[in-house]
């Protein structure tokens, strides 16, 4: 089985470590790398090629909303999973306008990645 690359954007250090440490779990997955700044997630996108990036839509200084688009921009876009504090239609709809793929609230982290992962790589889960 191919395991696919995750990819973690968040300027929180604690959530970071939190979420690295989930995805290192998931039967299927493995850690791609962490990034805490636009630049760094920008970079991290290029060189390690992930197939998703779980992308912290609160991310400053530039808004996540922003970087969505940068990354979608790229031939070779991995899918984009992002992340808002709570899960809200309006945050929804506006990821998607940005060009991401889905949305997960940090409050419901551990469940919500378990079916947006499942919805986007069906072979894997």
């Known amino acids: 089985m191919k395991l696919r690359k995750v990819?973690?954007?968040d300027?929180?250090?604690?959530?970071?470590a939190a979420a690295a440490n989930y995805i290192a779990t998931i039967p299927g997955f493995m850690l791609a790398g962490i990034a805490s700044t636009p630049p760094q997630t920008l970079a991290l996108v290029e060189s390690a090629a992930p197939d998703v990036l779980l992308?912290?839509?609160?991310?400053a200084p530039k808004r996540g909303l922003e970087l969505v688009r940068q990354v979608k921009a790229s031939p070779a876009a991995p899918a984009v999973v992002a992340l808002a504090l709570f899960e809200t239609p309006e945050a929804l709809?506006?990821?998607k306008r940005a060009g991401a793929d889905e949305l997960?609230?940090?409050?419901?982290?551990i469940?919500?990645?378990?079916?947006v992962l499942g919805r986007l790589f069906p072979a894997v889960s």
């Not at 992308?55 to 991310?59: A, H, N, Q, R, V």
Request: aromatic residues 8%.
């Open 7 to 9: 990819a973690i954007a």
């Open 11 to 16: 300027d929180s250090p604690a959530f970071l």
């Open 55 to 59: 992308l912290d839509l609160g991310m």
């Open 93 to 95: 709809a506006a990821a």
């Open 104 to 109: 997960v609230g940090k409050e419901s982290f």
């Open 111 to 115: 469940s919500g990645l378990a079916q």
